[in-house]
Every structure is written in structure tokens, then in C-alpha cells.
């Protein structure tokens, strides 16, 4: 969404790599930086920024948003990849430890599931059933598809500062003012997109997740569009069942 | 006729009808929405179920945790969301969402974890509304789950560090504070006239950070320099508290 050049790379210990433990991380020059929140700031002193348009209490609610989908869909995607026996033990285990000879590969996921699980008993989610799981699931995507309602992204209406300092700069004054607002993606987009695309297109036991978020034609809509205005695809990955 | 619904909650001080987050969150939603509770504040002769509060009890059944609990009032017709809109609706689950990842972890703190207030305020007067042996068990488990929330989601595995974690989580929740503040603006309310759920959430996050006294009080006084904030809570007292109040 910013231009910016990059190249993805697959590695197995991109987890111990990162500075956080995290991924993903970004390697520019000799700075390496992890995870969303840091990485854009970092984009953004550099001089690229999806947000600066934004107003401050804009900008409050997007910052909200962030918060509401990691906290329901990133630990529901946690919950179901590491909790749920079903998936874990036929999908998980498998994927995570597929890069390591036995027995790292045992060793290594059950680690990490041991750390997820109590994480989640921590944050209150150690007792929550899969069905309480998929409703809170539920009630983020109708949040998200009520906040972007018929409009293409979240935030529609913001001023393009860049447009607008050239044309002041260049005295061709101020008419036309609506000239300046342009529509543009936003960090919680590409959040959003990232969360919901991997539940869309990843193939789990079962489908549940994925139908909570087909039940919003706004949201499937929304990726479809992000999927091929940005990563020029001609036909979507998205599935239809 | 519909049965009593008794709540369980901590008790209050310092002006406050809670000094706990969560115990405040539901008492407030009940005072907004206009729900009949019985509240049974816990002191030493508490028989009940330990660590879950607030408790609310009805005829049938038991429920814990704020978000349930509001739930199960909506469900009963008590809904102080009534007037907003599906937007305004969605607007308040994200701004929950923010309260719990980026003011939490600094309120835990400053309750639970940083030592002088732990020791000289907070447990002290945990201890002395339990009865004994649980004064001497729970409210170290209370601080070590406190704790344990903070490490494991702010934290980086697999060494976590709770020096690293904690200019984090103090800068985030100035932070948070910051971005309450300017979205309430003027406004008596963040939706308008009316107060709806996420004044509840807001009042019962804050209240306890501004009205207990510490000796640690870093977060506490950047609130205080929010003055549309504490006008929030103090506003929410008098009018909503009053009444219930003895001498503080």
C-alpha cells in the first residue's frame, strides 16, 4: 500500500531471528524491526504514512480498531490453531515441526502450544469453548463490517497532505479544496486484510472460522479488492464453498 | 415480577463505591441502564466462590466476568446501548478492545506489581475484606496473576522481563489516555448525553487510578493532567453514586 519495494522471505527460525520473537520482521540496511506497530513507524520516519491525514480522532479510532482485531481475531487464529485437539493435532503440529527432523519437530511444537495455552488462560480464554471462540469471532466481523458499511476502505475521507502542500506551495490556491481528499488505505486496511485473508484462503479441519467471515459480503468484498488492486492478482484466491 | 439480582463485588474507598476495575464496569452498568442490583459487598465472613468477582447471582444461574454479565442484563432488557447506533455499537467494542491491551497492563501494574503500592496499599486492604487463611493465600495469587497477564502478552518469549515490559506499558497507556481524551473531547459522554457501556468500561478503568492514593503514582498523575477525564469520573460519582455513598 505504500510502494515501498520488498522482498518476502520464508525461513523456519524467522521466530528466533526476531528481535521480539515475533514475526514478521523487516531487515533494512543493518536495522532489523518486528512486528506491525514498530515496522510502521519505522516506514513512517522514514517519510511513508498511510495515516497522516488522518485527524486525531481518527486517528484514536483506528488505533481502537487495531486493538479490537488483535484481541478477538488474532487470539481466535491462536485459539484455533493451538487449541482446538481437532486442528492440532491434524493440522498444527505437522505444519510447525515440518522443518525439523524428529524429534525437534515434537519437541518444538509442543513448546510453542504450551506457551499459547497459557497465554490464553491468562488473558481469560484458558476456559472458553470453540463456540464461544467462533461468537466473539462473529462479533468482531460484524463490528468491522459496520464500521465499513458500502465505503472501500476504513477511512474514506482524508485529507492528502502531500497534494495538498504541492498545490499551496505552488500558489494554485485553494479551490477545489475537495480536490485534496483522495481514498486511501490506512494500517487498520492492511491489518484487516492480512487477519481475514489468512482465515479466508488457509484450509483448517473445519470451515467454521472462515463462514463466520463470509456471513459479511462487505468484508469478502473488501478483500477481494485489496487482493487484486495490491497484489495483482486476476482471479482471487478467495474460495466461495 | 423479576427475581433479585445480586451482585458480589469488592468494596469501596477513596470516594469510590469499588476500588476494583471490573467490579466498578458492572455496578456503573447497572446504574446507566437502570438495572435493580442488590450489591453484597465481600468482607470477612464471604463464603463465596473465590477469584471470579463480580459475581452476579440470579434465580437459575451464576455469571462472572464483566462482558458476560453485561451481556445477561442486555438479555433481561437492561440496556444502556439502546440509543446508539450500529456503528457507535461496533465503535464501542473496538475501543474496549484498546482499553484492555493498552491501559490495562500499567492499571495491573500500578494495583499489583509495583512493590510500594502493592505492599503498602493494595494488599493490605485485600487482605482485611477476606477471611482468614484466604487473606493470606488470595491476594498474592490476585498479584501473580496480575503479573503473569503482563509478562505473557507484553512480554517476549521465551525470557520475560518485566524491566523491558514496563516503559513499554506505562508509554502505551499515556498513550491510550491521551487518545481517550481527545475522543471525548467536551462531551459529557463518549456517545452523546446518555451513558452507554463504554462510559462503564472508561469509568471503571479510570476511577480507581484516579482516586486511590499511591505512593507510585507516575500514571495516575499524567491522569490527572487530563482534566476532561477526571471531570468524567467525578461527574459519574456525584450523579450516578452519590446516593450510596456513606463518608467515602
Not at chain 1, 524429534?103 to 470453540?130: D, S
Not at chain 1, 463490517?145 to 465505503?151: E, P, V
Request: proline residues 5%; neutral net charge.
Amino acid at each position: 500500500m505504500c510502494n515501498l519495494p520488498i522482498k518476502v522471505v520464508c525461513r523456519a527460525n524467522a521466530e528466533y531471528m526476531s528481535p521480539s520473537g515475533k514475526v514478521p520482521f523487516i531487515h533494512v540496511g543493518n536495522q532489523v524491526v518486528s512486528e506491525l506497530g514498530p515496522i510502521v513507524q519505522f516506514v513512517k520516519a522514514k517519510g511513508h504514512s498511510l495515516s497522516d491525514g488522518l485527524d486525531e480522532v481518527q486517528k484514536a479510532e483506528m488505533k481502537a480498531y487495531m486493538e479490537l482485531v488483535n484481541n478477538m481475531l488474532l487470539t481466535a487464529e491462536l485459539y484455533l490453531q493451538w487449541c482446538d485437539d481437532a486442528t492440532v493435532g491434524e493440522i498444527t503440529l505437522a505444519r510447525y515441526g515440518s522443518p525439523y527432523p524428529w524429534p525437534l519437530n515434537h519437541i518444538l511444537a509442543y513448546q510453542k502450544q504450551w506457551e499459547v495455552k497459557r497465554k490464553m488462560k491468562a488473558i481469560g480464554w484458558g476456559n472458553k469453548t470453540l463456540d464461544q471462540v467462533l461468537e466473539d469471532v462473529d462479533q468482531c466481523c460484524q463490528a468491522l463490517s459496520q464500521r465499513l458499511g458500502t465505503q472501500p476502505y476504513f477511512f474514506n475521507k482524508h485529507l492528502n497532505i502531500w497534494k495538498f502542500t504541492v498545490h499551496v506551495l505552488s500558489k494554485s490556491g485553494l479551490e477545489n479544496f475537495e480536490h485534496y481528499f483522495t481514498i486511501m488505505p490506512t494500517e487498520l486496511d492492511a491489518l484487516v486484510f492480512g487477519h481475514l485473508y489468512t482465515i479466508l484462503t488457509t484450509q483448517m479441519t473445519n470451515d467454521e472460522l472462515s463462514e463466520k467471515v463470509k456471513n459479511y459480503s462487505n468484508l469478502l468484498a473488501f478483500c477481494r479488492r485489496i487482493e487484486q488492486h495490491y497484489f495483482g492478482k486476476g482471479s482471487s484466491s478467495i474460495r466461495l464453498s | 415480577m423479576a427475581a433479585p439480582l445480586e451482585l458480589s463485588c469488592w468494596g469501596g474507598g477513596w470516594g469510590l463505591p469499588s476500588v476494583h476495575s471490573d467490579s466498578l464496569v458492572v455496578m456503573a452498568y447497572a446504574k446507566f441502564s437502570g438495572a435493580p442490583l442488590k450489591v453484597n459487598v465481600i468482607d470477612n465472613t464471604w463464603r463465596g466462590s473465590r477469584g471470579d468477582v463480580p459475581v452476579l447471582t440470579t434465580e437459575d444461574n451464576t455469571i462472572s466476568q464483566p462482558a458476560k454479565i453485561l451481556n445477561f442484563l442486555r438479555k433481561q432488557k437492561y440496556n444502556a446501548d439502546y440509543e446508539l447506533s450500529a456503528k457507535q455499537g461496533a465503535d464501542t467494542l473496538a475501543y474496549i478492545a484498546l482499553l484492555e491491551e493498552k491501559l490495562l497492563p500499567a492499571v495491573l501494574h500500578t494495583f499489583w506489581v509495583e512493590s510500594d503500592n502493592y505492599f503498602t496499599v493494595t494488599k493490605p486492604w485485600f487482605a482485611s475484606r477476606m477471611p482468614f487463611p484466604l487473606s493470606l493465600i488470595l491476594p498474592g495469587r490476585m498479584s501473580k496473576g496480575a503479573l503473569n497477564r503482563i509478562l505473557l502478552t507484553r512480554g517476549e518469549p521465551p525470557l520475560y522481563h518485566l524491566r523491558e515490559v514496563e516503559a513499554r506499558i506505562y508509554r502505551d497507556a499515556k498513550e491510550c489516555l491521551n487518545l481517550l481524551s481527545n475522543r471525548l473531547g467536551t462531551s459529557q459522554f463518549f456517545f452523546g448525553d446518555m451513558p452507554s457501556t463504554l462510559d462503564a468500561y472508561v469509568f471503571g478503568f479510570l476511577a480507581p487510578l484516579y482516586k486511590v492514593r499511591f505512593p507510585k503514582v507516575q500514571l495516575q498523575e499524567h491522569l490527572k493532567q487530563l482534566s476532561n477525564l477526571c471531570r468524567f469520573c467525578d461527574d459519574i460519582l456525584n450523579s450516578y453514586f452519590r446516593l450510596s455513598l456513606g463518608d467515602g
